[in-house]
């Protein structure tokens, strides 16, 4: 079982992010799950949500405390939260960032094997015209894991959004999807 933990801020769509990804794993023939955990329940506050993909029947029922894979779309949650809180030792993590490599491993807890980094903020800004990451970051959830093809990230955001909003949003993964870099450490 491939577990996915999304950090983000309320409004910034962590949560569609994750039931995103979940449709497009469900559409490679995987077996998914996808939950948030709401916190303070406002906009800006810090939010969770998960997604579970597995090849057979997916049982479990809690958050996911030991992640293959953290999400960061809001980079300013490095500063306060420990993303890296029970990553996997082979943990891929993949933020949503204009900084650096050596910038964004600073600001983490715990190294992982692998870490991916794209200005999702920029990209969304300039295909979508408001800085909403969600469909942006998983362009590289795609490229960074191998766990979902990009064609399927683009249909189950296109059956998410309908008409030139899914459009728009199936670009904005494709392109972070291509300026996503990837760091193996």
Same mark, same amino acid.
């Given at each position: 079982?491939?577990?996915?933990? @999304?950090?983000?801020?309320?409004?910034? +769509?962590?949560?569609?992010?994750?039931?995103?990804?979940?449709?497009?794993?469900?559409?490679? +023939?995987?077996? %998914?799950?996808? @939950?948030?955990? @709401?916190?303070?329940?406002?906009?800006?506050?810090?939010?969770?949500?998960?997604?579970?993909?597995? =090849?057979?029947?997916?049982?479990?029922?809690?958050?996911?405390?030991?992640?293959?894979?953290? !999400? !960061?779309? $809001?980079?300013? *949650?490095? $500063?306060?939260?420990?993303?890296?809180a029970g990553l996997k030792d082979?943990?891929?993590?993949?933020?949503?960032? =204009?900084?650096?490599?050596?910038?964004?491993? /600073?600001?983490?807890?715990?190294?992982?094997?692998?870490?991916?980094?794209?200005?999702?903020?920029?990209?969304?800004?300039?295909?979508? +015209?408001?800085?909403?990451?969600?469909?942006?970051? *998983? +362009?590289?959830?795609?490229?960074?894991?191998?766990? %979902?093809? *990009?064609?399927?990230?683009?249909?189950?955001?296109?059956?998410?959004?309908?008409?030139?909003?899914? /459009?728009?949003?199936?670009?904005?993964? =494709? /392109?972070?999807?291509?300026?996503?870099?990837?760091? =193996?450490?």
């Amino acid at each position: 079982m491939i577990e996915i933990r @999304f950090h983000g801020r309320g409004g910034q +769509g962590a949560v569609t992010a994750a039931n995103i990804l979940a449709s497009a794993a469900f559409k490679s +023939g995987k077996y %998914v799950q996808a @939950f948030p955990f @709401f916190g303070v329940e406002r906009r800006g506050a810090p939010v969770t949500a998960f997604t579970r993909i597995d =090849e057979k029947p997916i049982r479990i029922k809690t958050q996911i405390y030991e992640p293959d894979i953290v !999400v !960061v779309l $809001d980079p300013s *949650l490095l $500063d306060t939260v420990d993303v890296t809180a029970g990553l996997k030792d082979n943990g891929i993590v993949i933020v949503n960032t =204009e900084k650096s490599k050596e910038e964004v491993l /600073e600001k983490l807890k715990k190294k992982p094997a692998k870490l991916a980094l794209v200005d999702a903020t920029t990209i969304a800004l300039e295909i979508l +015209g408001l800085p909403i990451t969600n469909t942006a970051i *998983l +362009g590289a959830v795609a490229k960074a894991t191998g766990i %979902v093809e *990009l064609d399927h990230v683009k249909e189950a955001i296109q059956e998410t959004f309908s008409g030139a909003l899914g /459009e728009k949003n199936a670009k904005a993964a =494709e /392109e972070s999807f291509n300026r996503t870099v990837i760091y =193996e450490l």
